[in-house]
């Protein structure tokens, strides 16, 4: 089965502090997705990348930016955290990214802003 | 507006028992439907997929699609303790894919023993 990694598991950040969420991933899928999820809301996309050096906003782009340096990491960065990003986090990737392709997660990252 | 909405929120079925879970589109661009399973402390993993009008049976998961109503459905039958998790439903468009995916908002399964 396919292995996505996160890390760290859990942060705690200040207000205006820079978060940098890591994603790795062994399965050489070209795809690669960073969603939110928040009580009542379900997950929502933030950014996805199909290949390395390039990155496309998702649904809710606003306050974070992504980077994907290699087909393997992927990259999640709050340059000034808010309370409002207080969620789970999770990274998934897909072999590609047609309609019949399987998305699979991380076990997510616990992001906490004081 | 949610494009993806769930019924129940939450649902409490004794173990053994039948649990019908239900999903309707509001966008009628959404052809394609996936239901996703999240045991607690874990991320969400791909149940099944339907993409075409009717049933799709995997052992005890049944999936109901019907585009008309774009409304899909999942049945378990003999649940398990196993099954208590959050189960989401999440639709693409025709000309979207993985990259465009759509996810509801969840309906909370909590089996009985």
């Known amino acids: 089965e396919a292995a996505v990694t996160q890390s760290p598991r859990s942060k705690v950040a200040v207000t205006g502090g820079k978060v940098t969420l890591s994603c790795h991933q062994t399965?050489?899928?070209?795809?690669m997705y960073w969603y939110r999820q928040d009580t009542g809301h379900g997950l929502r996309l933030i950014h996805y990348s199909y290949v390395a050096d390039s990155t496309e906003k998702g649904d809710i782009p606003d306050g974070y930016k992504a980077s994907r340096p290699s087909q393997e990491n992927f990259s999640l960065i709050l340059e000034l955290a808010s309370l409002s990003q207080t969620a789970v986090y999770f990274c998934?990737?897909?072999?590609?990214?047609?309609?019949?392709?399987?998305?699979?997660f991380g076990s997510g990252t616990r992001l906490t802003v004081l | 507006q949610q494009k993806v909405q769930q019924s129940p929120e939450s649902l409490s079925v004794p173990e053994g028992g039948m649990a019908s879970l239900n999903c309707t589109s509001s966008d009628r661009n959404f052809q394609y439907f996936w239901w996703y399973r999240q045991h607690s402390g874990e991320g969400p993993k791909a149940l099944m997929s339907i993409f075409s009008d009717g049933d799709k049976k995997e052992g005890r998961f049944t999936a109901h699609l019907n585009k008309a109503s774009l409304h899909v459905s999942l049945h378990i039958r003999d649940s398990q303790p196993s099954d208590s998790a959050l189960y989401f439903c999440?639709?693409?468009?025709?000309?979207?894919?993985?990259?465009?995916?759509?996810f509801g908002k969840g309906t909370q399964l909590i089996i009985q023993p």
């Open positions: 999440a639709a693409s468009e025709l000309t979207g894919g993985a990259d465009r995916l759509t």
């Open positions: 399965n050489n899928h070209d795809y």
């Open positions: 998934a990737s897909s072999r590609l990214g047609g309609h019949a392709e399987t998305l699979y």
